[in-house]
């Protein structure tokens, strides 16, 4: 990436944040296992 690129900002809908919480909060995942369970990082 050459020193002037910005990477674009990812957004997220409010059902990804919820489901990702409840994942992370009350089932105890990981940030990345909550990401793959959610199909994210595809």
């Known amino acids: 990436m050459s020193g002037n ?6 957004s997220f809908s409010d059902e990804f944040k919820h ?3 409840e994942l992370i909060v009350k089932q105890s995942y990981s940030f990345r296992a909550a990401a793959d369970a ?3 990082n595809s």
């Open 5 to 10: 690129a910005k990477r674009k900002r990812r």
């Open 19 to 21: 489901s990702a919480v």
């Open 38 to 40: 959610d199909g994210s």
